[in-house]
Each structure stands twice: as C-alpha cells, then as structure tokens.
C-alpha cells in the first residue's frame, strides 16, 4: 500500500516563504514522477512543479521561478519550497507520486496567503 503523506503548510503573509514535504511509503520511491498540484477555491487542480526520477524538473509559468521541487531519494521524499508567496497562491496543496498509469496522492495540505 503506497501513502503519501505531505506536510509544512501553513498561513504566511504575502512575500513569505514555506517549504512542503512529501513522505512517500510502501512503494519505489525512485521510480516516481513526483508533481505538486494546487486546488484554489472554485478552481479545477493544476500541476505547478513535477520532478522525475534524474531530477529534472518542469513549472507552471505562474510559480516559475519563485517555487522549486526537489527530492531525496534516500529519504523517500519530495519537497516544494515556496517563495515570495502571493495570495493568488492561496490553495489546498496535494503531491502525486505517478508511474506509467499509476497515481498516487496524499490528502492535501493547506496553504494561505494573507496579511
């Protein structure tokens, strides 16, 4: 049974930073694509930042540049460090861990912007 568990969500005011993690277990972590996706209030779930196993990455336009994904194999885990927080980036934030047609995620932590 393969969990994802995400954690380091928080309320920030704008111009902040956090970092999420991503624990994966009871799978190959190595193999994973991992990606982050946000929901917002009212708004379909996007991808904004994807890491694969050699540790290229790709970023939605909006978040480029501020936002950076990463991983440790050795640890079984992903990471989005967040800076310069804006409140459009307000949202519920989910990882995903995909092999071929297989999808994995964790259940979403909060992330909120405001002064």
């Known amino acids: 049974q393969v969990q994802l568990v995400e954690s380091g969500g928080g309320l920030v005011q704008p111009g902040g930073s956090l970092r999420l993690s991503c624990l994966v277990s009871?799978?190959?972590?190595?193999?994973?694509?991992m990606g982050w996706y946000r929901q917002g209030p009212g708004t379909p779930r996007e991808l904004i930042a994807r890491?694969?196993?050699?540790?290229?990455?790709n970023y939605l336009g909006s978040v480029k540049g501020r936002f950076t994904v990463s991983r440790v194999n050795l640890n079984n885990t992903a990471y989005l460090q967040m800076n310069d927080l804006k409140p459009e980036d307000t949202a519920v934030y989910y990882c995903?861990?995909?092999?071929?047609?297989?999808?994995?995620w964790g259940q979403g932590t909060q992330v909120t912007v405001s002064s």
């Open positions: 890491v694969f196993g050699p540790g290229t990455t």
């Open positions: 995903n861990a995909h092999f071929e047609s297989t999808d994995y």
């Open positions: 009871g799978g190959d972590f190595a193999k994973y694509t």
